[in-house]
């Protein structure tokens, strides 16, 4: 199996911040790798796929980059609707593996 | 609009059984292999399993495999997960998702959209 890891688990930063989430495979996957917002009490949101494709409606401080084995997810200008937990996903093999998420929070 | 509801969850003793449901609409169901995920209070994501378009094709993840069925009706277009002797590390919140493509693991994929989930309690 793929093993994600993401850091960090966790940072606190503030509105207006530049913020970068690292997410490293285990093995290469290519591009192969899906970035997903989840807020407390509510299920996850595709924000980017394949590596650094927006899904629809994505505000453009979202970008992510990477190919191999090591990718970044970057909020260039962190807003207040985007305090939530991120998580990566390898898409390359079955299973389907996680990263275990880093939360942001409120500085 | 896309929409995904789950149903089925509830609280079952160890080595007992559930069947979850996933209804979906808005989109041509057959077309799309689906998914379960779960998620663990407090935790990360899981990915469960996976079926074909046609329902030809599964995958367990290997803490599943052999006490979790998905299934698919697609006249219906309801995904299915039918839990048999669950265990205590059963407990989770369990989504339903959409993959990408019909096929249960073509490469690249992802998941979108999600349902709100359904939460299953393992306790004695």
């Known amino acids: 199996d793929i093993q994600m890891t993401q850091s960090p688990s966790s940072l606190s930063a503030s509105v207006g911040d530049r913020v970068t989430i690292t997410c490293r495979a285990s093995?290469?996957?290519?591009?192969?790798l899906n970035w997903y917002q989840q807020k407390p009490g509510k299920a996850p949101n595709l924000l980017i796929y394949?590596?650094?494709n927006f899904q629809t409606g994505v505000p453009s401080r979202f970008s992510g980059s990477g190919s191999g084995t090591d990718f970044t997810l970057t909020i260039s200008s962190l807003q207040p609707e985007d305090f939530a937990t991120y998580f990566c996903q390898q898409g390359y093999s079955v299973p389907r593996t996680f990263g275990q998420g880093t939360k942001v929070e409120i500085k | 609009e896309v929409q995904l509801l789950e149903s089925g969850g509830g609280l079952v003793q160890p080595g007992g059984s559930l069947r979850l449901s996933c209804a979906t609409s808005g989109f041509s169901f057959n077309t799309y292999a689906m998914s379960w995920v779960r998620q663990a209070p407090g935790e990360g994501l899981e990915w469960v399993s996976v079926i074909s378009g046609t329902g030809s094709t599964t995958h367990y993840a290997d803490s599943v495999k052999g006490r979790f069925t998905i299934s698919r009706d697609n006249s219906k277009n309801i995904l299915y997960l039918q839990m048999n002797n669950l265990r205590d590390e059963d407990t989770a919140r369990y989504f339903c998702a959409r993959d990408r493509a019909a096929a249960a693991a073509s490469g690249g994929d992802w998941f979108d959209p999600w349902g709100q989930g359904t939460l299953v309690t393992v306790s004695s």
């Open positions: 093995q290469d996957i290519k591009t192969f």
């Open positions: 394949t590596a650094s």
